[in-house]
Every structure is written in structure tokens, then in C-alpha cells.
């Protein structure tokens, strides 16, 4: 009792706050307390509605990241420590405004929204011409974290890190020119930036827990296909240490060893990539799948799905293409050149472009039975204008049953239950395309 007496006695502990020179809309608040506790920062724009988690350290020196705050925000914070017993000890209130977004970075309008969301925040890469960003917006749609790509490179698939603290996202060579692909590891705080070489590496890459990452990346080859010599462009899926950047990494998985290169359509006629080379497989997405360490590759232009244990590279089975080890139970083919980022158990959402379908992409949800040997639509969601996205394009299912998508091209964010209503939508500034999408329910542990 007499402590906590001295300590309402006493002058509140100055706090210092410093937004962080890499992530805009983080601040760091830095203290010095008497009393001997964890910490943790309350905040809010005109008074202290949030809260930050409680520190796991203890001690009289403090600095706690805050996050989602807004960009062009005014913020008031206060630094507060609780010892064992429950005392309480706070700093003075400090405040501070956020600068405003930067002039050239897209900003996104909501046009539907509805209080039954499970609230959350998306992660985006944003796709310009000689200018790519990743963000996170919150659901007004607003910029609460965001760094710049460097000029010149294009971020398709920005992820979140396996312990939580931070974001990965890929960057290749907006003109597909030059080979200088690699991802970047940023901090959530803004602390860290480190930086990975994906040798010949395009659209995707993949997180190990030992800390190696994995990518898609092009093998060229002179082969012959239906009796003519061409230089082919397939694709293997490499590993290296997330860090490094002196080689090219080791294969894991090959599509050459695994199947015979064919025309696949009109597009195997296409420049691959930066190569030069015919477009054989045209891969776009690698998922990781934990509970059986294995990986799932989807090559567009084969319309195939295959799934290889890691790291032997074994085949497991092939959903879609030629070859495939199921057999759909629909009619008609199952998608046309798509793209995925979420795969379970027993099932799987996609994006489906429909380059050679009718034309209006979609996303769907599919089952599969490995036993049966078979897999079927048991969702599905057309674009409501009809319209045909040949770029990209991204969806997940969210833990309350609702989907998450990426109109790429249209620039457009949307989610809609199982019955197809619509319930959020956000849509970008004219040109400003819209990369893959991961959800967010907690900035501070990543939670996906």
C-alpha cells in the first residue's frame, strides 16, 4: 500500500514516441519506469480505447510497438507497467499525427460493407507499372501498414511469416527482363529488413519452419515437342536458406521429371517469363503444407495441381491436367489457367480465371478424396459483371465461412458468404492492380 501511495505521489515516467523510418504507421514508444513490471501501451486517436498485449519481459526499461494505426492519423498514447502484485504505474500522455500516405500510393474506397464480419484486416500487394507496394488495410480500407518495392520490381504474393513477426513478399522484374528475383523479409515493428536472392524465381515462393524458403522458379531446356526443336520453359521448385544469396539453390521438384513437355495451348506459344523460352508450365502458386510437410505446385498452362512431399520432392497425386490421379465428378473441365493460395486437408479454394472456359472468372471451392480417387465443385462464385480477369487473382476461405477475394486486374477487394451475397468490397484507383490476399485477424501474432 505505501509503494502504490509513493507511486501516485510521484511524477508520471516521460515517454518517448518514434515512428519507425521503414513501416510509416508504427510507433514505438520508448520509457524508463520505477516500477518493475511488463508493459504495454494504450492508445486511440482522441482517447485510449486500444490497447497493445502485455509484454513477455519484465523490467524497468520499456519499448512497445503499436500497431494498426492509421496513416495521416493523430494518436495519443501512454505507456503502462503492472508488476506482480497489480500495480499500476503510467507514463504522461503523449501525441503525436502520422504523416499522411505517401502522394503516388493507391488508396482504396469501400463500397459495401456489413457489421457481421469477422473484423480483420488484409494483407495486399499492389500492382503499378514501375511501382509495386505491399500493404495492410484495415476494413475502411485503410493503410495501417505499407512499405514501398523498390522501383522497378513487382510484389505478387505477400505473406505473413510462420512465427508471426513479420511480412514476406516476393519481387521479380516488372518487365520480365532480367533475372533479379528474390523476397524481402520486413519486421512487423520496421526494425528488420532482410533480403533473399530466388535465382530464375517467378509468381510464388513458400516458408519452411528451419528457416528455408522455397520458389518457383524457371528451367529452360532445348527439347523437342510434336517433332519441333524449341527452347522450353519449364519450371522446378527450388530451396535455399532465407538470408543468403551466393547460388542458385538446390531442386526439390522438377515438372521435367515428372512429365513429357507438350503444346498446351495457344499460350505454350508465349515468351516465358524473362526467358525467351516457349511457355510450357507456366507455374504460379507453391503452398506449404505443415502437417505433412509436403508442398502443393499449380501449373496454369497444364492445369495442374500436384502435390510432393518435401524434402524427397516424391510425387503424392495431381488434381487437373493431363495425367491427373482423380477424376472430377462435374461436367466440363473442373477450371481453366488458375491461380490458388489455400489448400487443406481435404479440400481447396481456387481462382478461376477461365481463360478458355467462358471467360468469367471465378473462385470455387473444391473437395477432394484421396481414397475415392475424386474431387468436386461444392462452391462456386462468378465476378457479378461477368467479368474476365487475366491477370492473376487471388482467394481464401476465412474462418467464419466467408471468402476473401482479389479481383487483380479490376482492383477490387470483395467478400461474400457461401450464398453469394455480398458483404465487403473495396475497390482501388484507376490502374492500380491488386496482388494475392492473406487475412488477418490479429496484427500483433499474424494469425491467418
Given at each position: 500500500m505505501l509503494f502504490a501511495l509513493i507511486l501516485a505521489c510521484s511524477p508520471p515516467p516521460v515517454a518517448d514516441a518514434v515512428v519507425s523510418d521503414v513501416i510509416p504507421t508504427v510507433v514505438h514508444l520508448n520509457w524508463e519506469s520505477t516500477l518493475e513490471g511488463n508493459a504495454f501501451v494504450r492508445f486511440g486517436e482522441t482517447s485510449l480505447d486500444?490497447?497493445?498485449?502485455?509484454?513477455?519481459?519484465?523490467?524497468?526499461s520499456h519499448k512497445v510497438a503499436v500497431y494498426g494505426l492509421k496513416a495521416g492519423q493523430d494518436v495519443v498514447l501512454q505507456g503502462v507497467v503492472w508488476d506482480e502484485e497489480g500495480n499500476e504505474e503510467t507514463t504522461d500522455l503523449v501525441e503525436l499525427s502520422l504523416d499522411a500516405p505517401p502522394e503516388d500510393m493507391p488508396r482504396f474506397e469501400v463500397t459495401q460493407?456489413?457489421?457481421?464480419?469477422?473484423?480483420?484486416?488484409?494483407?495486399?500487394?499492389?500492382?503499378?507499372p514501375g511501382q509495386g507496394w505491399v500493404m495492410i488495410l484495415d476494413q475502411d480500407a485503410d493503410p495501417v501498414w505499407y512499405t514501398r518495392v523498390a522501383s522497378g520490381l513487382l510484389a505478387m504474393s505477400p505473406k505473413t511469416s510462420l512465427d508471426g513477426q513479420s511480412i514476406l513478399y516476393d519481387h521479380y522484374d516488372v518487365e520480365n527482363r532480367t533475372d533479379v528475383s528474390g523476397f524481402t523479409r520486413v519486421s512487423m515493428n520496421g526494425v528488420e529488413q532482410v533480403e533473399t536472392r530466388l535465382t530464375a524465381g517467378h509468381h510464388d515462393f513458400a516458408e519452411f519452419p528451419d528457416g528455408e524458403v522455397a520458389w518457383i522458379a524457371a528451367d529452360m531446356r532445348d527439347t523437342e515437342v510434336d517433332g519441333k526443336e524449341y527452347y522450353v520453359a519449364g519450371d522446378e521448385v527450388r530451396?535455399?536458406?532465407?538470408?543468403?544469396?551466393?547460388?542458385?539453390?538446390?531442386?526439390?521438384?522438377?515438372?521435367?521429371?515428372?512429365?513429357?513437355?507438350?503444346?498446351?495451348?495457344?499460350?505454350?506459344?508465349d515468351e516465358a517469363n524473362y526467358t525467351g523460352a516457349k511457355d510450357w508450365t507456366h507455374a504460379n502458386s507453391l503452398i506449404y503444407l505443415p502437417q505433412d510437410e509436403s508442398m502443393v505446385v499449380l501449373a496454369k498452362n497444364l492445369d495442374a495441381m500436384v502435390k510432393f512431399e518435401v524434402p524427397s520432392g516424391?510425387?503424392?497425386?495431381?488434381?487437373?491436367?493431363?495425367?491427373?490421379?482423380?477424376?472430377?465428378?462435374?461436367?466440363?473441365?473442373?477450371?481453366?489457367?488458375?491461380?490458388?493460395?489455400?489448400?487443406?486437408?481435404?479440400?481447396?479454394?481456387?481462382?478461376?480465371?477461365?481463360?478458355h472456359t467462358n471467360a468469367v472468372s471465378q473462385a470455387a471451392e473444391f473437395r477432394f478424396d484421396v481414397e475415392a480417387g475424386t474431387y468436386e465443385r461444392v462452391w462456386s462464385y462468378e465476378h457479378p459483371d461477368k467479368a474476365f480477369v487475366q491477370l492473376l487473382g487471388d482467394v481464401r476461405k476465412l474462418p467464419d465461412a466467408t471468402y476473401l477475394m482479389s479481383w487483380t486486374s479490376l482492383g477490387t477487394l470483395s467478400r461474400v458468404d457461401g450464398d453469394g451475397n455480398l458483404l465487403w468490397q473495396a475497390e482501388s484507383q484507376l490502374g492500380a492492380a491488386t496482388g494475392r490476399v492473406t487475412f488477418i485477424e490479429d496484427l500483433y501474432t499474424l494469425d491467418r
Open positions: 486500444f490497447g497493445t498485449p502485455l509484454s513477455s519481459h519484465t523490467g524497468t460493407d456489413s457489421d457481421d464480419l469477422l473484423p480483420g484486416y488484409v494483407l495486399l500487394s499492389i500492382l503499378e530451396v535455399r536458406t532465407s538470408g543468403t544469396q551466393d547460388d542458385a539453390g538446390r531442386s526439390i521438384f522438377s515438372f521435367w521429371d515428372s512429365t513429357e513437355p507438350i503444346v498446351t495451348c495457344d499460350h505454350f506459344y516424391k510425387f503424392v497425386w495431381q488434381i487437373g491436367g493431363g495425367g491427373q490421379t482423380m477424376s472430377f465428378l462435374g461436367e466440363g473441365f473442373a477450371w481453366s489457367h488458375p491461380h490458388i493460395s489455400h489448400v487443406w486437408e481435404d479440400g481447396f479454394v481456387i481462382f478461376d480465371n477461365a481463360y
